[in-house]
C-alpha cells in the first residue's frame, strides 16, 4: 500500500484544489529550523526544490485498520518524523486500498 499512498501524497500535492499535503510541506518548510531543514534535503538545496524533496521524504508511522468502520477501513499516518513535528498527514483508504479522504491530524 505504501506505493500507491506515496502517489496519493504526490497526486494532492500537485493539485492546485487540494490542499492538506502542499499545507503540510509549506508549514513544515517555514517551521523547521535551518539545520532540521538541511538534515531532511541536503545542505545548500534552492529553496524552490525543497518542497518536493521533503514531500519525498515522508513516511508511514502508524497503519490503523478498522475492519468494523464504514468509513475508513485503514488509515495511514505519514509524518517528516515524530521528532520534528506532531503533525501527521493522515490516509484513509477502503479495503482494497483506494483512496477515500486526506486529512491533516495532530
Do not use: M
Not at 545548500?44 to 502508524?62: E, F, M
Not at 490503523?64 to 513535528?85: C, H, I, M, Q, W
Amino acid at each position: 500500500h505504501d506505493i500507491n499512498n506515496k502517489r496519493y501524497l504526490q497526486t494532492d500535492y500537485d493539485d492546485k484544489d487540494a490542499d492538506n499535503v502542499r499545507l503540510y510541506i509549506e508549514k513544515h518548510k517555514e517551521d523547521l529550523a535551518t539545520d532540521e531543514l538541511n538534515a531532511l534535503t541536503g545542505p545548500g538545496i534552492r529553496t524552490i526544490d525543497q518542497p518536493k524533496l521533503l514531500l519525498k521524504k515522508l513516511h508511514v508511522t502508524r497503519v490503523g485498520l478498522y475492519p468494523e468502520s464504514v468509513t475508513a477501513f485503514a488509515v495511514f499516518d505519514y509524518t517528516l518524523g515524530k521528532e520534528l513535528t506532531n503533525y501527521v498527514v493522515a490516509i484513509n483508504t477502503d479495503e482494497n486500498g483506494n483512496l477515500d479522504y486526506i486529512s491533516l491530524e495532530s
